[in-house]
């Protein structure tokens, strides 16, 4: 992956990825659903969300912990407390690089929308199969228009909205490419790291 795409992107800071970082990473989409069950047995079901959250856990084998007279660089553990702390647990939110699903790439690219004449603004969205959802933020975009990329008269906003100058024409097939993050939060307000010797760390989720 570019380096530069752990670098802050609309104002928001990027979840580091560090050495020690397992390989492993849980990934879980959750809906919110509601079911009411009748006397008989006639169910009821209400969805709240439109699309799932995700929920990422994360776990370090090893983080090092410097001394004073070492390279700040290198003090992964504290890099992991600063972050924490300038997120405010979970009050802030911040957009996580996830290594194995971030990329739209350019030989199959995501369909967003079809231009009508008159509309400028899109939501820029992804696929998985026969199923779309809205991505969050994105690094590196090339937008299509009709197959030819558009090199010119664009802006993007927070939560992949992209902003045409002019309105694509009507029927115009639109499609992008390039690297997008989830937008996230903490789900809880501590977090623990355990020493294992003198100067390394470990976390477990």
């Known amino acids: ?6 670098s802050g992107v609309q104002g928001l800071n990027v979840f580091p990825y560090l050495p020690g970082q397992n390989i492993t990473v849980t990934k879980t989409p959750t809906w919110s659903s509601e079911v009411i069950k009748s006397a008989s047995g006639r169910r009821r ?16 084998e090893v983080l090092r912990k410097t ?3 070492s390279r ?22 911040f957009l996580f ?25 899109f939501q820029l969205q992804r696929q998985i199969y026969t199923w779309d959802e809205p991505v969050y933020d994105v690094y590196q ?11 010119s008269g ?27 993050m989830f937008g996230c939060s903490f789900n809880q307000d501590e977090l623990s790291f355990e ?6 760390w470990s976390g477990k989720g």
Do not use: R
């Not at 020493?195 to 390394?200: C, D, F, G, I, T």
């Open 1 to 6: 992956l570019p380096s530069g795409i752990w």
């Open 45 to 60: 079901v209400t969805s709240y969300y439109p699309y799932p959250l995700w929920q990422f856990e994360v776990s370090y």
């Open 67 to 69: 001394g004073a007279s």
């Open 72 to 93: 700040p660089t290198t003090d992964e553990l504290l890099k992991m407390w600063e972050f924490f702390n300038l997120q405010a647990g979970q009050f802030g939110t």
């Open 97 to 121: 690089v996830d290594p194995t699903d971030c990329q739209v790439l350019s030989t199959a690219q995501a369909s967003f929308g079809t231009g009508d004449g008159s509309t400028k603004i």
């Open 141 to 151: 975009p090339v937008i299509y228009d009709n197959g030819s990329i558009v090199g």
């Open 154 to 180: 664009l802006t993007f906003s927070p939560n992949g909205v992209v902003t045409f100058t002019t309105a694509p024409a009507a029927g115009h097939a639109l499609t992008w490419s390039g690297y997008f």
């Open 195 to 200: 020493q294992l010797v003198a100067n390394l």
